[in-house]
Nanobody
């Protein structure tokens, strides 16, 4: 079955960096776009970054553009989110996502990122 397992979250200081990973299994990874979402306390889940199956096209939320980079290693069935120049407003639970047939969403368990001095 489809499984997504995030890792790499933790505490980071403002201006610091963190790299999140999401290991995928149960489907042909390279055939599917992958997404990173985040959800801060009291807020709705929001799309942060998107990458196509081949890894040659990406898109970002305006709030993270120029600071975050999404990438993938199809040989390892893993997608990454490199977070640089972290801000307090980046504090959230980060989720990995894959969508099948345009409407069936699978999620990982999430990884907490806290940006604080």
């Amino acid at each position: 079955q489809v499984r997504l397992v995030e890792s790499g979250g933790g505490l980071v200081q403002p201006g610091g960096s963190l790299r999140l990973s999401c290991a995928a299994s149960g489907f042909t990874f390279s055939n599917y776009a992958m997404r990173w979402y985040r959800q801060a306390p009291g807020k709705e889940r929001e799309l942060v970054a998107f990458i196509v199956g081949a890894g040659d096209s990406t898109n970002y939320a305006d709030s993270v553009k120029g600071r975050f980079t999404i990438s993938r290693d199809n040989a390892k069935n893993t997608v990454y989110l490199q977070m640089n120049s972290a801000k307090s407003e980046d504090t959230a639970v980060y989720y990995c996502n894959v969508r099948f047939w345009g409407r069936y969403d699978y999620w990982g368990q999430g990884t907490q990122v806290t940006v604080s001095p």
